[in-house]
């Protein structure tokens, strides 16, 4: 069975742009999360979805959305990006309540 | 307000023998911990969980205690193999599946 996956892998914007990354979970998993992980540092929670419903938020601001499709996949929108916002992104789905396994990521960097 | 720290940095270990990696956590509300591994360029790895129901977990290799008094579990690599050189991060969360609040990683070389 394939894992979660990713899209893009590598991504370069500059400041002010939009981007969207797309995540789709591993076949049966209904659930999809996001985090950011800057160098150094571990990931840190951006979103959860399940059934296509918001389960939690992270400590971002609402340049931040997503949302997740009836197929469970999901994209995270980024508006007005800064050069803070450089990191890899991670789409983690699960099944349940069961653990959570992690795609690839998408290196974004913001010039 | 960091919940949940992982000390050391990086630990250097000589193939076969044992690897330990630490973690601390301050938020008496996680009841869920795993173990990620994550090499350079690739998505962190599954490796082992535990529950607040139990203090030991074993898987091949990989053994993770919990100290629900110390707020402390640790990782055990046994034996340490030079394939396990990555960051092995630790995170919990305060309902299975809920969101996960990862440290700030361990780097573990081994050493042939």
């Known amino acids: 069975d394939a894992g979660v996956t990713q899209s893009p892998t590598h991504l370069i914007k500059t400041r002010g742009q939009h981007v969207t990354l797309r995540c789709s979970p591993i076949?049966?998993?209904?659930?999809v999360s996001w985090y950011q992980q800057v160098l150094g540092q571990g990931p840190q929670f951006i979103f959860q979805y399940y059934e296509k419903e918001e389960r939690g938020r992270g400590n971002f601001p609402d340049r931040f959305s997503a949302r997740q499709f009836p197929n469970y996949s999901s994209e995270l929108n980024v508006n007005a990006l800064l050069l803070g916002d450089s990191a890899l992104y991670l789409c983690a789905s699960r099944a349940g309540v069961d653990t959570q396994y992690f795609g690839p990521g998408t290196r974004l960097t913001v010039l | 307000d960091q919940q949940v720290k992982q000390n050391s940095p990086s630990l250097s270990v000589q193939e076969g023998r044992i690897s330990i990696l630490n973690c601390d956590y301050t938020?008496?509300?996680?009841?869920?911990f795993l173990w990620y591994k994550k090499y350079p360029a690739e998505g962190p790895t599954f490796l082992i969980s535990i529950s607040s129901i139990k203090d030991k977990n074993e898987d091949g290799r990989f053994t993770v205690f919990l100290n629900k008094s110390a707020k402390h579990l640790s990782l055990h690599i046994v034996p340490s193999q030079p394939g396990d050189s990555a960051v092995y991060f630790c995170a919990a969360s305060a309902r299975q599946g809920g969101k996960l609040i990862f440290g700030q990683g361990t780097e573990l070389s081994v050493k042939p």
């Open positions: 076949s049966g998993h209904k659930s």
């Open positions: 938020n008496s509300m996680f009841d869920y």
